[in-house]
């Protein structure tokens, strides 16, 4: 190996290296940062601080909430493109701390916001770029079909609100309903077992179980059988 060859070796390697520890490091200050954050919601529930009025203080912290959320979204990308949902899972529950059941399969490219607060029951399929916003709090039953595309937002901006104030409403989801694909399920709705959203819906309000909606706002369609038996077994195609 001549030298020119073995600079450019060495090179390849160090940037390799370089990036390898970049992504190591973003991971852990992920799991060590939701390590401590749910401690603090055990201790002293999910509230958010006390407002602090000195204005310097803000700055900072809004500052390294920011720097730190951030990172927090590269990470979610970065799972979102392993290309193993074994592996996505582990990642999940271990770095993002989500609650996550059984024989669970969670597509790629699905974005997580806040998945602390997110449970996931046995059985339950998650499309690729669904997107699960869990500042409010996501609950989803066991063998739930959540299609690609699909949007689940717990928070939102109030319109009405002369300083664009958030508010922040736990999504429910029974078990065996199917939020089908390119909908949108908005903060406090709860939809019940077995209830379907049909492709395209905006659930504003509660969906009843056992029943099919559609449209925007969603609205009754029909009945759903309430016969329902199946289970899923968490099994894809592979490198999916």
């Not at 407002?51 to 900072?60: F, H």
């Not at 990308?77 to 582990?90: A, D, E, H, K």
């Not at 499309?127 to 937002?153: H, K, P, Q, T, W």
């Not at 109030?158 to 736990?170: C, N």
Request: net charge positive.
């Amino acid at each position: 190996m001549n030298k020119f060859s073995f600079v450019i070796s060495i090179v390849i390697v160090t940037i390799l290296s370089m990036n390898i520890i970049c992504v190591i490091g973003q991971f852990s200050i992920i799991a060590f940062g939701e390590m401590l954050r749910k401690f603090w919601m055990k201790k002293h529930g999910s509230s958010s601080a006390k407002k602090n009025n000195d204005s310097d203080s803000k700055s900072k912290v809004n500052t390294l909430r920011n720097l730190y959320f951030g990172i927090y979204r590269n990470v979610v990308t970065m799972i979102g493109l392993v290309p193993s949902n074994f592996l996505r899972i582990f990642f999940y529950k271990n770095v993002l701390k989500m609650v996550i059941g059984r024989k669970v399969f969670i597509h790629k490219n699905c974005e997580i916001r806040n998945g602390i607060k997110i449970t996931i029951g046995e059985g339950t399929i998650v499309g690729d770029y669904a997107m699960l916003d869990g500042n409010g709090g996501i609950e989803i039953g066991n063998n739930v079909n959540i299609s690609s595309r699909s949007s689940l937002y717990s928070s939102q901006h109030l319109v009405q609100s002369p300083t664009f104030e958030g508010e922040f409403k736990k999504i429910k989801i029974g078990n065996r309903a199917w939020i089908s694909s390119n909908t949108v399920v908005l903060p406090g709705v709860t939809i019940g077992e077995g209830a379907v959203l049909a492709s395209g819906g905006i659930a504003t309000n509660n969906l009843d179980s056992f029943m099919i909606y559609g449209g925007v706002p969603a609205k009754i369609i029909k009945k759903r059988s309430p016969d329902l038996s199946y289970y899923f077994d968490g099994k894809g195609t592979w490198f999916n």
